[in-house]
């Protein structure tokens, strides 16, 4: 989370968990419920807001997403009258309804034109006797179909413990699928490991990725050339964008709220 914060100069956390008291100033919407959620994203679409993405950019980091996933699930039972999905629609479930409202919500999130990043918790898979397996997205498929079928990168990050001071060590994110742990990336020419997951090393290896796929195709397309740009380009300083940004952000949410 914390190198998440520092992937631009703004970021704008949408927090479905806690956790976010370390990284200090954030500018954080809660999300306690699916209609919080959807609020956040009419919000996140103010023209005022919007109009930003011209000049800078702006990270929405949704933290926490099977938080949300249960939220959408609560929210589309309590519409159509069910305790679960699986009972809902006399029987047979309303998983199609689930999809649908978790993919439009998203979609929206997704189309603005803001930097996107969603973390979410592992969890283990495990055969019939109970041994382990790998690790993946502790969502259902659907809520991991949303994110996986979206998501340029998805990265597999391991916590490595302390040194010998007693020093939290950086994470180690890993971009490939392996035997243990589900991960994937869209850029050939991407590194399958970081060693030191931080929000620098990251940003290098993405601008690296890019420019080796230009070198080897000659050419850019439009997307591997707004990428570029993003990584590479001179920005204002820290102060004037974040100050900027918290009045737009906060005028955005006042405005959004007279108009409800």
């Known amino acids: 989370t914390k ?6 100069k703004n970021t704008i956390f949408l927090a479905c968990e806690n956790g976010l008291s370390g990284v200090l100033g954030c500018l954080q919407m809660k999300i306690k419920s699916w209609a919080d959620f959807t ?4 919000k996140l679409e103010n023209k005022k807001l919007v109009e930003q993405l011209e000049t800078q950019e702006i990270t929405v ?20 009258g069910a305790d679960s999905l699986g009972s809902g629609n006399n029987g047979f479930g309303l998983f199609k309804e689930y999809l649908q409202e978790l993919n439009k919500q998203m979609t929206r999130l997704y189309n603005i034109g803001y930097f996107v990043v969603i973390t ?12 382990f397996l790998k690790y993946e997205l502790n969502l259902d498929t659907r809520a991991r179909k949303v994110i996986c079928d979206n998501a340029d990168i998805v990265a597999y990050v391991e916590n490595n413990g302390v040194d010998g001071n007693g020093k939290p060590l950086k994470s180690s994110a890993y ?6 742990f589900f991960a994937r990336c869209r850029y050939d020419h991407m590194v399958p490991y970081l060693e030191e997951f931080t929000a620098e090393n990251f940003k290098k290896a993405i601008s690296d ?3 080796a796929q230009i070198d080897e195709e000659g050419s850019e ?10 990584y590479n380009r001179e920005e204002l300083t820290h102060e004037e964008l974040v100050e900027a940004i918290k009045d737009l952000f906060i005028n955005a949410i006042q405005d959004n709220e007279e108009l409800e």
Not at 175 to 180: H, R, S
């Open 3 to 8: 190198q998440i914060s520092r992937m631009t």
């Open 39 to 42: 609020s956040a994203v009419k």
């Open 61 to 80: 980091c949704i933290d926490g997403f099977e938080n949300l996933a249960e939220y959408c699930s609560s929210y589309i039972c309590s519409q159509n």
């Open 120 to 131: 979410c918790h592992p969890k283990e898979l495990k055969d019939r006797k109970g041994a």
């Open 175 to 180: 971009f490939t699928e392996t035997d243990e």
């Open 209 to 211: 990725a890019i420019k």
């Open 221 to 230: 397309d439009h997307s591997a050339t707004e990428l570029k740009e993003m």
